[in-house]
């Protein structure tokens, strides 16, 4: 999102606000307009100061470096002397206090508020002019676009906060052309270096000395909606917090990701970059529920389409033992352990496999049936046999164990084989598995009554 006539991410909400002519506008834009005016041509006339600046660069080695230049900054205009902030946020104040009181006091979302006065929104608005064009005399038409923004903010009540979630170890090979792919309702895109040096060198949980060991080409990237509440926060009717509802969000794309193919992937902070006028800077959270380790997950350009149609079952509420089996694939491609990872890819194909119903009293012989069941997924003869012999070596070795056994091979298509080659395997059968269900998501053919035993004798389901 790029604000008319502008750099910054703050845009008009609603177009309308603005009447067909920018000359016939709402009285609130043309008064903030006015007082912004003012306080602007005030301020201008105060020396501004200097302040180093950061910006990163891509070398064309493919590794990063830091440039560091002296900017002019505005930062002096907080604590000059002889501005009172106060009494030239008047007139805003004003404005303000007849077309919407409640945003003069406790301010911010279902889970946070800031104190906002006059004085506070008016440095926002001189913060945001700064930040879109550079300068303290703007063209006029970008005060009037800051006030038509700000009647947007306050009319619909609503903050969008733009988010950055750096994807680990994934890359987009050069010949991918999109600009976005969508996974899981959540977009997938190359990061600009205006957003890395940002959330990098600007964020609390950046800094220099983190950008030496590499930094994400991509990331997962979107905006959070949250409506903009005034008052203090009603301990009993907090809603669940906006941080939360978006890392479910995430990593849905990130259970899409890992079950699309092999690889090391996921994200483990969240930056939310420049939105709405009193939420200017960086906020980051660092998210380190698990390790995601060195490695490679790359999308060429022949994985492009197939991605987003893989990703978009990820959008619908799956069938709980198909959803067991995604989780488990993707916990095993973060397992150091191969013996971890195999127990997770088995519990997964377990899943599927001996999918039954929970009251059902006699369940047969778990290993026998759960070979069974996995080689109805194939033709011939001979196909089944092979497929029913790899999914009994799988069962065997993931009992083995689990049950403590401490081999460091195992038997897989008729030889020894490190336990790691069958972890791979297992996820490999798995992967297969979850592609064949998930077009089908919320009601998958393996749960209908009776499918393993009419596909025994080459029936299809009912």
């Known amino acids: 999102m790029k604000a008319q006539g502008g750099a910054g991410i703050l845009h008009g909400m609603d177009e309308k606000l603005a009447g067909p002519e920018i000359g016939e506008v709402a009285p609130f834009v043309v008064e903030v307009d006015n007082a912004l005016t003012s306080a602007l041509v005030r301020l201008a006339a105060i020396p501004l100061g200097v302040e180093l600046a950061d910006r990163l660069e891509a070398m064309g080695t493919g590794g990063w470096s830091v440039s560091r230049e002296v900017v002019p900054s505005i930062r002096p205009l907080w604590s000059a002397e002889g501005v009172d902030w106060e009494a030239l946020a008047e007139p805003l104040g004003q404005c303000i206090r007849a077309a919407y009181p409640q945003y003069l006091g406790l301010v911010g979302g279902p889970a946070h508020r800031v104190r906002v006065d006059a004085a506070g929104w008016l440095r926002a608005l001189v913060a945001e002019t700064w930040r879109r064009s550079a300068s303290l005399s703007p063209d006029p038409s970008e005060t009037r676009r800051l006030a038509v923004d700000l009647h947007g903010l306050l009319a619909h009540a609503t903050l969008r906060r733009p988010f950055v979630a750096p994807l680990l170890n994934l890359t987009l090979a050069p010949d991918v052309e999109t600009d976005a792919l969508e996974i899981a309702g959540v977009t997938l895109r190359r990061l600009t270096l205006a957003e890395l040096t940002e959330i990098y060198l600007a964020a609390p949980f950046g800094g220099v000395s983190s950008i030496f060991s590499g930094l994400p080409q991509c990331g997962l990237v979107g905006e959070v909606e949250e409506p903009l509440m005034a008052g203090a926060l009603d301990p009993d009717g907090a809603a669940k917090p906006p941080i939360d509802l978006l890392r479910e969000r995430l990593d849905r794309a990130v259970l899409a990701l890992r079950t699309f193919k092999a690889g090391a992937v996921g994200y483990q902070s969240i930056h939310f970059l420049k939105g709405d006028l009193f939420l200017l800077g960086v906020t980051s959270f660092p998210v380190m529920r698990e390790y995601v380790a060195a490695g490679s997950f790359a999308v ?137 269900f998930l077009p089908s998501g919320s009601s998958p053919d393996f749960a209908r009554q009776g499918y393993y035993d009419r596909a025994y004798f080459g029936l299809p389901p009912e």
């Open 300 to 436: 060429e350009a022949a994985d492009v389409e197939p991605l987003m149609r893989h990703g978009s079952f990820f959008s619908e509420v799956l069938e709980p033992a198909l959803e067991v089996a995604c989780e488990r694939l993707s916990t095993a491609s973060t397992r150091q352990s191969a013996r971890d990872h195999l127990i997770d890819a088995v519990i997964g194909l377990e899943a599927i496999l001996l999918y039954g119903p929970e009251d059902k009293a006699y369940k047969g012989e778990l290993r026998y049936r759960f070979s069974l069941n996995y080689s109805t997924f194939f033709d011939t003869a001979e196909e089944r046999y092979a497929a029913f012999r790899l999914a009994r070596d799988l069962y065997d070795a993931r009992s083995s164990i689990a049950h403590g056994g401490n081999a460091e091979t195992v038997r897989l298509r008729g030889r020894s084989a490190p336990i790691a080659e069958a972890a791979d395997e297992a996820c490999s059968v798995l992967r297969g598995l979850v592609w064949r």
